[in-house]
Structures are given as C-alpha cells and as structure tokens.
C-alpha cells in the first residue's frame, strides 16, 4: 500500500542552523512528492515537487529536497533557518493509482529558537 | 479566480445543527480534495472529486458528513447533527492534474 512517514513529530533547531526533515514514503513506481508548508492560522503552501529528473529540486524559500530511490527517501533541508521558518511541514506522495490524489504525511513542527 | 476559496473562514455552531462550508476551486482545475485537520494534527482525507466520475468518498468519517459538486465548480461540505470531534479545520484543494494541489486557507468550525 503507498504511505508516507515522517518520522519527527517535533523538531527544534536554533535560527542559523541547518535544518533537514525527514520523509520516507512506499510507492510502487516513481512517485511524485511534495513538501508543503503550513503557517500558524493558514493553509498548506508548495515548497517544492519532484516528478521525474534531477534528484535535487530547489523549491521557494531557500529548500531544498533530494530524491533517494534506494533509500525511499525525500528529505527537506535548508542550510540555514530563519525564525520565520517556524511552521509545520508535510510531505505528500503520489498520485494513487488512477486517480490524483495524494498521501500526506502526518508532518513535522518546526520550532526555531532565537 | 486566482486561488482556492473557501467560506467561511471562520464557524462557530452548537452541537446538533448542521453547518455547510464552501469551497469554490480553481477555474478548470477538475480535481477537488476535502481534507480534516484536527489541532496538532495531520491531514485527514475526506472526499475526492475528479470531472465526472463518481466522487471516492472513502474518508468521509459517518454518514453525517455529506459533499457535492456541481460539475468543475464549487464544492459544499455538510456536516448534520454536529458534535465536538467535528471541530477542526477543514480544508479544501483543486488541482488541475497530477502535477500538485492548491490548497484553500481553511474553514475553522468550533462545535460548543
């Protein structure tokens, strides 16, 4: 069955420093993913997506994820945080089969420390 | 319009009435997503529209909870009978493909 894990509910990492969330998904074929970004009191924002070619895709605010076949991985970094990055992340993979709809994890807060 | 849209944005109700939030896509984007975000929670899929074909209901939690679309265009969510899990915030999404959603900011219903 296709799922996704993000194995850190919580992460806390100091402003400055480089920040990488997880993300580990089941999928039959190549999937497509997704890291979302939602703000306090808002909806879900695009960072970034994957589909096909470069493993490394650069998406808005400074992330980055890389794809990893062997390691069923699509991990989001950014290599330095801004307190402004504090939010909850999620990743999404898919679409299942026949149809467009996507798995979401179950995401990641990010708190940022002054 | 430019971007999905939802209302209300905001809902307060007492438990037992029923309650129906909008949500109004994405011009000619044939996919819609109704999604639940219980607080500190992740996203729970409730229903799914794709152009004609019949929606996939597989998330809706009890036969409270009810959607309709009217062809490409604005979806409803009803929820009868409200009760307290009901709180949360509710999420819609188009998308015009495979390629990725547009989420909508959010219906927050508060059942008292």
């Known amino acids: 069955a296709q799922s996704v894990t993000q194995p850190d509910i919580h992460i806390t990492v100091s402003e400055g420093a480089s920040l990488e969330l997880r993300c580990n998904y089941s999928?039959?074929?190549?999937?497509?993913l997704f890291w979302y970004v939602q703000s306090p009191g808002q909806g879900l924002q695009l960072l970034l997506k994957?589909?096909?070619?470069?493993?490394l895709v650069q998406g808005i605010k400074g992330f980055e994820a890389e794809f990893k076949r062997s390691q069923s991985s699509f991990n989001l970094r950014k290599p330095s945080v801004h307190w402004s990055d504090a939010a909850e992340y999620f990743c999404a993979v898919g679409p299942t089969s026949g149809t467009y709809k996507y798995i979401f994890g179950t995401g990641t807060r990010l708190k940022v420390l002054a | 319009g430019a971007g999905v849209s939802q209302s209300p944005s905001n809902k307060v109700t007492e438990k037992g009435k029923d309650v129906e939030l909008r949500c109004d896509p994405i011009s000619g984007h044939t996919a819609l997503y109704w999604y639940r975000q219980r607080l500190g929670q992740g996203l729970e899929f409730l229903i799914y529209f794709q152009g004609n074909s019949a929606p996939d209901k597989s998330g809706l939690p009890s036969d409270r909870f009810s959607a309709e679309r009217t062809g490409e265009s604005v979806s409803t969510l009803t929820i009868q009978r409200t009760q307290q899990e009901d709180s949360a915030v509710y999420l819609c999404a188009s998308s015009p493909d495979s390629y990725g959603y547009t989420f909508g900011s959010g219906t927050r219903l508060t059942v008292v």
């Open positions: 999928y039959g074929a190549t999937p497509y």
């Open positions: 994957y589909f096909s070619g470069d493993t």
